[in-house]
């Protein structure tokens, strides 16, 4: 926050631009010729804050980050983003502050709101028209990064759909047929039994005869593209379990009757089943899983031993395997095993900039000498095998 005694009332107080000093985003800022557009579901809370006034001007587009699993955009003066698994216009500030201070803070980011001090930024060239849409968020985060087609064209993996198209033509972008390549059965059309009354749209696929959509189906589509986007169905709606689905051409919808209105309705997550057919060079393949292969963890203790009355502190750390870079914002599980057999379990803070985060563990004032204390440390961000390391200290 900034202070000028010789400006109006109204401007006396400012916020510093501090997105302008993020070294990180320095060429990023530089290359930016262009003007930058805000991303359509931050313009609201954009809007709400004062616009320029208070936020500042974009200095990046939005962009996804694989690490934070967040869309993110960085402006003069504050920061936005919305995580993956938040729902559709939820948006929070980054923590321009925290990060300002540095190492001069001891305040932690609130989780997730963390900024990355190495950017893991992937290109979303297909964005301006996924921005046009009623929920941007419904295709779900990029799995790959953009790459070329023989035939010029430009695609991209999503999370529940496949982008492909020129990029800068929004009228050539369209969905690949996902469900289609993956093998699901195309049914033989039928002739309508059922109309809006039934809460159903028929959708004429060969002459008279189609299938039968949901309206709650024919809405999302209607708001996602249209059939431009989703192709003709290619079956009849049917239950699984709790939810019911139907699979169009590009891709396949769910309902979910017992979600809150407005979530009921969600596509189907193909875009990992179509990456195990698609064979794409691994290099392509931008989606950041937390497991043994891709994550490093350590654990520093301050003291060798103890007194009982002694507490013991650590520094756990964990970067990226690749390329050795510090992984902020994620946390650990602790458990600990006494002499006893008894066992405690604790929560770290979150990790910093640096990648690391300290833990204090409390006194054992029954523990007696020459005992020795065990304990695990468990990432829970990991996403496949558990990613744990065990330790111990000697009360002395």
Known sequence: MCFNSLAKSTERYTLFPIGTNLSQLTNE??????????????????????????????????????????LEQYFENLGFYRRVDDPSGEVHLLSYGVFACGENCTYPASRGSAVSNQPF???MPFLPTIAKMDNPAAFGEPLTIPFQ??????????????????????????LLDVPVR??????????????????????????ANGFHVPIVFDNFIIGHGGREFSGNPIGEYFQIGEFIRQCFENYCLDYYPNEIEGQRVKLAPLGEDYLRIANLPQEYIIQFKFSPETVALNISQKYPYVNADQPQEIILSAKRIQDNQPIPDVDFTIKLTLPDG??????????????????SFPTYATVKRGRIIAYQVCLNQATEDALCLNNRYLIW
Not at 149 to 171: A, D, H, K, P, R
Not at 342 to 358: A, R, V
């Open 149 to 174: 087609l023989e035939n010029g064209q430009i695609q991209q993996v999503y999370e529940n759909v496949v982008f492909i198209g020129n990029s800068t033509t929004i009228e050539t972008v369209r």
């Open 29 to 70: 800022i530089s290359q930016n010729k262009e003007p930058i557009s805000i991303y359509k579901e931050f313009l609201p809370l954009y809007e709400a804050l004062k616009a320029e006034q208070n936020v500042g001007k974009p200095i990046t587009d939005v962009r996804f980050n694989p690490l934070d699993q967040r």
């Open 121 to 123: 930024k992937v290109d």
């Open 342 to 359: 008894s066992q405690q379990e604790y929560y770290s803070q979150p990790t910093d900039l640096k990648g690391e985060s300290k833990f």
């Open 182 to 207: 993956l093998g699901y059965l195309v049914a033989e059309p039928v002739q309508q039994y059922m109309t809006t009354t039934d809460g159903i749209v028929f959708y004429n696929v060969n002459g």
